[in-house]
């Protein structure tokens, strides 16, 4: 390799570094703030069977209910106490997350998936398969989700596939409507019409040249939709209809502990406080995202 080649993407190495340098400067103090916690929630849900302290089963019925170690009366043997069997709540904490987020990212690349498939189908078919796809995406924005997702629980049954498979039909709807108008408006650019007049066919023209071109607000649609999936996961889970024992996510940990809340507050604060940091702090990466994607919405 040249020496000029190597300074090149020297220098462009330190112009990208300068560039996020920049960015990061120029980033609200509330998206400051919220990149840490998404990224150790990110940590917690990859390496949560490496840091957790103990058995999320174990169980010590003779250390039941010990507090935090803020609290008075705990000790540094459980850090967040212990639940009403004994179990470390810390260690039921890492892996909740872990179960939250792994269930909440699924879930939206299935809504991800769906919404873009039907909304670029629908931009390109246009007639009565178009409307046909409009008629969907409105009768999917006119259902209450949960009752829903309660009915087809409680009627269907449960178990972890099924429940991430289900919590994956919530918010296509946007996508494939946002998908729709992206592609409408990229098929009249010059790019997609000199592949169309080369014989590039469908597949080629929306996946290898629309797609990309319009992947970056898809991306901030997508990082909209995943603290209402781990929102709605929570919930259903906190109703017992969502993940079940012998796992433990957010939801079913502050579900089983809302019987000892004047006596264990710990219990329903610990995971409610992840529950509100996690999805907040996406919720502030999602419109600084959408600000990013979109200069001219920005007003700051």
Known sequence: MSKQTTMSHA????????????MLVKCPPST???LPWVA??????????????YDI???????????PVFFEGGDWNHVLGTDQLGRDVLSRLIYSVRTSMTIGVISTFIAASLGIFLGFLAAHARGRLEQFILLLIDVQAAMPFMIVALAVLAFF???LLMFTILLGFFGWERIARLARGLAMSASAQGYTIAVKDLGGSPLRVYGLHILPNVASSLIVAMTLNLPEVILLESGLSFLGLGVQPPLSSLGNMVGSARDLMERAPWLVLMPSLVIMLTALSISLLGDWFRDQANPSSNDR
């Open 11 to 22: 220098a462009n190495r330190g112009f990208g570094l300068r560039s996020l340098a920049t």
């Open 32 to 34: 400051l703030l919220a």
């Open 40 to 53: 150790l929630m990110v940590g917690v849900a990859i390496f949560g069977p490496y840091i957790s302290p």
């Open 57 to 67: 089963a174990a169980t010590d019925l003779r250390a039941r209910l010990r507090p």
């Open 157 to 159: 049954g449960n178990n």
